[in-house]
T-cell receptor
């Protein structure tokens, strides 16, 4: 158990809908990262927050957004969902921003768009 | 730009024999490199990381990796495979600001009894 929690574990929804994925980092970790894992794209970095502020963006679509709250939990919002958004979404956390900081991954949320 | 190439998408070994999972990286600076393991329906777990200290890095569960700058490689090895090692393995390089991770496409390890 990494100490990172993600809810829900599974989510099934329809095209065009909007969903929110939630992540609670390990106690004491200030950075939260979001990743998407799909069969055709592999594991891709989406976005990172540090202590409430956005710090880095990866291959995140404009239909997707995220935020980190004062209690350091984070939410990833996915809107106007398409079939291709079906994937496993991981959250990870680390203590700080350093290049050597280990990222601890949550168990993921499996999103299925029908 | 940073990138990682995992040279084998699938590796199959017999239980008790050595494991070699190959990873080459491309980076314009001195990178940090990581190996993560993902068991079925689980999140990713860190096996080991290289952070410009010792080039031979020892990790959990008997795994180790050697950073070879001249070959731009960071291969993962284990002397003796165990059934519980069957999983997907990812080689990862960090971005130069430390804010991004770049994942390889993964190597699926099968251990034959």
């Amino acid at each position: 158990d990494s100490g990172v929690t993600q809810t829900p574990k599974h989510l099934i929804t329809a095209t065009g809908q909007r969903v929110t994925l939630r992540c609670s980092p390990r106690s004491g970790d200030l950075s939260v990262y979001w990743y998407q894992q799909s069969l055709d794209q592999g594991l891709q970095f989406l976005i990172q927050y540090y202590n409430g502020e956005e710090r880095a963006k990866g291959n995140i679509l404009e239909r997707f957004s995220a935020q980190q709250f004062p209690d350091l939990h984070s939410e990833l919002n996915l809107s106007s969902l398409e079939l291709g958004d079906s994937a496993l979404y991981f959250c990870a956390s680390s203590v700080d921003l350093g290049v050597t900081d280990t990222q601890y991954f949550g168990p993921g949320t499996r999103l299925t768009v029908l | 730009a940073q990138s990682v190439t995992q040279l084998d998408s699938h590796v199959s070994v017999s239980e008790g024999t050595p494991v070699l999972l190959r990873c080459n990286y491309s980076s314009s600076y001195s990178p940090s490199l990581f190996w993560y393991v993902q068991h079925p329906n689980k999140g990713l777990q860190l096996l080991l990381k290289y952070t410009s200290a010792a080039t031979l890095v020892k990790g959990i569960n008997g795994f180790e990796a050697e950073f070879k700058k001249s070959e731009t490689s960071f291969h993962l090895t284990k002397p003796s495979a165990h059934m519980s090692d069957a999983a997907e393995y990812f080689c990862v390089v960090s971005g130069n600001t430390g804010n991004q991770f770049y994942f390889g496409t993964g190597t699926s390890l099968t251990v034959i009894p």
